[in-house]
């Protein structure tokens, strides 16, 4: 079993509003409900995804667009039916974000159930792990990232102490990578994720940077 690893920026692109999610997220949890490969969130990715997601509001967006409509109207470039035209699909845009977000939390309970999607909280021994990555040579990995570390790297031990042999880690925050800009490896991560047998992908789609033949 191909066992894939998914923190807090996973759970954003995933459950974001339609016009803000990721197909690959997507495809990701699709993946994992046909067998093909079992998910595991640190379950307090989900409360943390929550503000990121909810400042995902429309008004922004739909305020530049009323902002060029009645620019363009007054100019002469933008006709009259054009313009109703647009406010009737910023108005529907509106309301189907404001309704998604107002299933958020339906939406997150869900991915708590979902058969392909391990969500496990952290436990003694992952808490022990996050306080020895707190200083040293980590000291650049923020508090909540390194618990989030932590958690992935004890599982991953969990795992592979059960004979798991195929264990990878997607993430994109640039934190918790372990290459910097250029591709340069940072040595400290490096040498957790080789140590508990995790390859780092820096998509959903598990194909770049691609793991060597061994």
Known sequence: MRHVFVETNWVVD?????????KAAVDLLDRAATG??????????LN?????????KPRHEADAI???????KASGRVSIDEEATALRVLS????RVKEELKQLDTTLTSLRK????????????????????SGGDLEFVKPFDQAILAAVLVRAETLKAAGAT???????DGDLQPWGKNGVSKPALTKLYDAAGIWVYGDFDLAVPAPPAS
């Open 14 to 22: 995933y459950a974001a509003p339609a016009h803000h999610k990721k």
């Open 166 to 172: 195929d264990l990878s880690f997607c993430e994109l």
């Open 92 to 95: 529907m845009f509106e309301s």
């Open 66 to 72: 009323r902002q060029f409509l009645r620019w363009g």
């Open 36 to 45: 093909e490969l079992k998910l595991h969130l640190p379950s307090i990715c």
């Open 48 to 56: 943390e995804a929550r503000r990121p997601i909810r400042e995902l």
């Open 114 to 133: 979902h058969p392909g999607l391990d969500v496990f909280a952290l436990d003694d021994a992952m808490l022990e792990r996050a306080i020895e990555l």
